[in-house]
């Protein structure tokens, strides 16, 4: 064991000895890890790693390079949370320990500024908007075979960033405006807030514009507030705490001066990370209260619709049946604890059916940006995500973070499987609504609100 001279986190919120004596080391969380089924090694475990988050504690071992790596390798997917018969808080234990990492371990050149780029440039949509014109005349220069097999042998974490990037159509390399308030379609129910994410509303922006529409249909008017940044899950992750901490602070900002029902965010990961506010800006005196609050409007989208009931009727998608298959998100499943509610929503929609791949629970190697930084576990993950979706043999994928749907269309890719299809349930749903709406509108005429929810959303 690597004796150190003292201990080797500082007094700031260091892991909590109480949470750690909570753990009983039964090894219940072993096989739900998906970094010891890859990596094999008792240290690469949640059980592991509480033994050296105490060591850590009482000094007995420093952040040497091969401490720090085995924290690195946890994703953070929160499934030892779920397995845990003693309630071990590993996600609080995790959260407190990479902010200690980050502080007090003097990451080598070429990480501190891969890890720079990612967190200067990732939350902050406008910084990389620009990014997407190069990235699209790449694209279409068909070079991408040729620079990949480049990258891999100088750099797989840069030639993973590569192989993540999705498609780029035109219409995405200009920022999409959005009303700051769009009416309900008919009586309103409630109104509510949407954040727009990040990277999704980049990458994915119709997942949005299906949100907007499904929600007015169903009796909401949306509130979108114009200045909204990151939610701060991406460096919350990761333990960039400061960073973290101003991005919650802005995000309660730009909400603050709506009355609203519910705030609702589609994209699992972020949901999370906004739910808990109220631990993140806990040490705040200005802003621990209304982080509170705030977290205690948050929803997942489809919690909040699972919750207040679809009153648009909903239609097939077409002719014969549809066969999908559900791809459980680690933040929505282990850490919001939501999975009944959206297989809820979408077999409300005729004609769909749902299925569900072996291994359901085991995460598919995006968590965050965990795809970026640990490329080769990552890669063995969404090999095995993959193969048990396509083993189901539904005709498309159903995922509800942004993450998850880059993770699954690169091995998608990888096993020739390209041309099978990744939905949002948004997107689904508002597809069911199609139907409805087109007669409801030849029957009543466009309204106001109508009008202004397609020019927003296209």
Same mark, same amino acid.
Request: glycine share 8%.
């Given at each position: 064991?690597?004796v150190?001279?003292g ?7 260091p892991?909590d000895?109480k949470l750690?004596?909570a753990?009983?080391h039964?090894?219940?969380?072993l #096989?739900?890890c998906?970094s010891?089924?890859v990596?094999?090694?008792e240290?690469?475990? @949640?059980?592991g790693?509480i033994y ?7 000094g007995?071992?420093?952040l040497s390079a ?7 390798s946890?994703?953070?997917?929160l499934?030892?949370?779920t ?5 071990v808080?590993y996600?609080?234990l ?6 200690q ?11 501190r ?5 990612i967190?200067?440039?990732?939350p902050?949509?406008?910084r990389?908007?620009?990014l997407?014109?190069p ?7 068909? $070079?991408?075979a040729?620079?990949?097999?480049g990258?891999?042998?100088v750099?797989?974490?840069l030639a993973a960033m590569e ?7 035109v219409?995405?390399?200009l920022p999409?405006?959005?009303p ?6 008919g009586?309103?129910r409630?109104?509510v807030g949407l954040?727009?994410?990040?990277v999704q509303?980049?990458?994915a922006?119709?997942v949005n514009e299906a ?5 007015t ?6 509130v979108? @507030?114009?200045v909204q940044?990151?939610?701060?899950a991406?460096p919350?992750?990761?333990?960039q ?6 991005l919650?602070?802005?995000m309660?900002d730009?909400?603050a ?5 519910? $705030? ?6 972020c949901?999370h #990370? ?7 800006l806990a ?8 982080a509170a609050r705030?977290? #205690?409007?948050?929803?997942?989208i ?6 207040v009931?679809?009153t648009?009727?909903?239609?097939p998608?077409?002719?014969?049946p549809?066969v999908?298959?559900y791809?459980?998100a680690?933040h929505?499943l282990?850490g ?9 929503l979408?077999r409300? $929609?005729?004609g769909?059916?749902?299925?569900d791949?072996?291994?359901?629970a085991?995460?598919?190697g995006s968590?965050?940006?965990?795809n970026?930084l ?8 969404g ?5 048990n ?5 539904a005709?498309? $994928? ?5 993450g ?6 690169k091995h998608?890719r ?7 299809p990744?939905?949002?349930p ?7 609504l ?5 007669f409801?509108?030849?029957?009543t005429? #466009?309204?106001?609100g109508?009008?202004?929810v397609?020019?927003?959303?296209g």
């Amino acid at each position: 064991m690597n004796v150190s001279k003292g201990p080797s986190f500082d007094g700031v919120d260091p892991p909590d000895p109480k949470l750690i004596d909570a753990c009983v080391h039964c090894g219940f969380c072993l #096989t739900t890890c998906p970094s010891y089924r890859v990596i094999g090694k008792e240290t690469d475990s @949640p059980r592991g790693r509480i033994y050296q988050m105490e060591a850590l504690n009482q000094g007995q071992i420093s952040l040497s390079a091969a401490t720090v790596s085995h924290f690195d390798s946890c994703l953070g997917c929160l499934a030892c949370v779920t397995a845990c018969p003693s309630g071990v808080q590993y996600d609080r234990l995790i959260a407190a320990t990479r902010p200690q990492i980050e502080r007090n371990y003097p990451r080598s050149l070429w990480d501190r500024l891969y890890r720079q780029f990612i967190f200067s440039v990732f939350p902050y949509p406008e910084r990389l908007q620009p990014l997407l014109w190069p990235l699209w005349l790449y694209q279409k220069m068909g $070079i991408g075979a040729w620079i990949r097999k480049g990258l891999e042998k100088v750099s797989p974490r840069l030639a993973a960033m590569e192989s993540l990037m999705p498609p780029l159509e035109v219409e995405q390399l200009l920022p999409k405006r959005y009303p700051e308030r769009i009416p309900a379609v008919g009586e309103r129910r409630f109104r509510v807030g949407l954040i727009l994410g990040c990277v999704q509303r980049l990458f994915a922006p119709q997942v949005n514009e299906a949100s907007i529409r499904v929600l007015t249909h169903n009796g909401c008017e949306v509130v979108i @507030p114009p200045v909204q940044g990151c939610c701060a899950a991406l460096p919350h992750h990761q333990g960039q705490l400061q960073q973290a901490e101003t991005l919650a602070r802005q995000m309660i900002d730009a909400f603050a001066d709506y009355e609203l029902d519910a $705030i609702l965010i589609n994209a699992s990961g972020c949901g999370h #990370t906004l739910k808990d506010y109220g631990h993140l800006l806990a040490r705040d005196p200005d802003y621990k209260e209304k982080a509170a609050r705030f977290a #205690t409007q948050v929803r997942d989208i489809q919690e909040f619709l699972a919750q207040v009931g679809l009153t648009a009727p909903l239609h097939p998608l077409q002719p014969e049946p549809l066969v999908l298959v559900y791809q459980d998100a680690c933040h929505m499943l282990h850490g919001q604890r939501l999975s009944q509610e959206p297989r809820h929503l979408l077999r409300q $929609i005729p004609g769909l059916e749902l299925r569900d791949p072996v291994d359901a629970a085991l995460c598919c190697g995006s968590s965050g940006v965990y795809n970026l930084l640990q490329p080769q576990v990552a890669d063995e993950l969404g090999s095995q995500k993959v193969a048990n979706l396509l083993n189901t043999g539904a005709q498309g $994928i159903v995922s509800a973070n942004i993450g998850c749907r880059l993770q699954i269309q690169k091995h998608l890719r990888l096993q020739g499987k390209a041309g099978i299809p990744i939905y949002h349930p948004m997107e689904l749903l508002d597809r069911a609504l199609t139907a409805a709406r087109r007669f409801r509108e030849q029957a009543t005429g #466009t309204s106001s609100g109508q009008a202004e929810v397609a020019e927003a959303t296209g």
